[in-house]
């Protein structure tokens, strides 16, 4: 019987783990030409900060150009702790993906950095700092101010 109890009392516990959890995701995708472009944002809700995001194009496979800046791009960045990138072809398409950790790849590295991934998401306002994290909100405000919808679920 106290065996019993010790398993309800931890699945309860796991459950109320579970049910605490603010994290949300927000998804926003653009159209240009025959690139469709989604961003993905992982973000503590009663923080505003993002914990993770994820930038993905699909574009042309015969868009030679492309694979090539991103094949270099992502070698750059490979083997960093929180990244993760993937470049594949399918159905006609290539498909480029990477995605930020900011648990494991802080958000101070990530302004340091030299690379040409990092700091335009940066720069560009994807990643829109709020001391050393990156707000969603004021983030998702950018995303939308240059042309992106965001996705309803």
């Known amino acids: 019987m106290k065996k019993f109890f ?13 049910g605490c959890s603010s994290q949300e995701t927000a998804t926003f995708t653009q159209k240009s030409g025959k ?17 993770k995001i994820k930038l993905e194009t699909n574009e042309p496979a015969e868009h030679t150009e ?13 083997g960093i702790d929180g990244v993760v990138t993937s470049l594949t072809e399918k159905d006609g398409k290539l498909i480029s993906s990477a995605e930020i950790d900011l648990t494991k790849y802080k958000f ?14 940066v720069q560009s306002g994807f990643l829109t700092e709020d001391g050393d994290h990156a707000s969603f909100s004021k983030s998702k405000e950018v995303a939308l101010k240059r042309g992106m919808t965001e996705q309803t679920k």
């Open 6 to 18: 010790q398993i309800v009392l931890g699945v309860s516990f796991l459950f109320l783990l579970v």
């Open 66 to 78: 492309a694979r090539k800046d991103n094949e270099k791009l992502f070698e750059e960045i490979k």
């Open 35 to 51: 690139t469709d472009v989604t961003l993905v944002y992982t973000y503590d809700k009663k923080t505003d900060t993002v914990t």
């Open 108 to 121: 101070s590295k990530l302004k340091e950095s030299n690379n040409y991934f990092f700091t335009g998401l």
